[in-house]
């Protein structure tokens, strides 16, 4: 395995209420946050998106991998429209294992890794379908963190290329 390389999608964000008889209103927010931060009544259903460009630099020897830990809160993941389905991330049910990008605290079971350098555009857009209970701690934080990891080859072996 060759060297990996991290860009946190912190924000800004867009939530969005889906089902409350709202005006389809939209907030912006920055992750992490905390339950306090989100400007809905919990429990609900809502859409966080963002926008965010294609790393620099990337050639066909890297793999682009979007990495989301949830806390289980997260009901569906799509990239430019993609659905990547949460049963099929690469580390669904895997524990962490010690020297991988998860942060401290991770949950095995809301962490989701998938490959998608096949799927990316110069510009992109993640939405994320959120399930927000009603056990909801308001003063806890907000268990998702979102980021992109680079996979590239050792030098030796891209040199071999």
């Known amino acids: 395995m060759g060297r990996e390389h991290r860009i ?16 389809e209103a939209t907030w912006s927010i920055r992750l992490p946050a905390t339950w306090s931060d989100l400007p809905i009544a919990c429990p609900a ?11 620099s630099g ?9 990495v989301l830990d949830h806390g289980g809160i997260v009901r569906a993941c799509w990239v430019n429209g993609r659905l990547f389905p949460l049963a099929e991330s690469i580390l669904r049910g895997q524990p962490h294992q010690e020297g991988t990008f998860a942060p401290a605290g991770a949950s095995a079971g809301g962490l989701g890794r998938w490959d998608i350098t096949c799927h990316i555009q110069r510009t992109n857009l993640l ?9 909801a701690a308001p003063d806890g ?20 290329h």
């Open 8 to 23: 946190r999608l912190r924000g800004p964000w867009s939530l969005a209420a889906r089902g409350d008889g709202s005006d």
């Open 141 to 160: 934080p907000l268990p998702i963190e979102v980021w992109l990891e680079i996979e590239e080859p050792d030098d030796e072996i891209h040199d071999a």
């Open 45 to 55: 259903e809502a859409d966080l998106t963002r926008v965010f460009q294609s790393p």
């Open 127 to 135: 939405r994320l379908s959120l399930d927000i209970p009603s056990a």
């Open 58 to 66: 990337l050639s066909d020897v890297h793999r682009l991998f979007l």
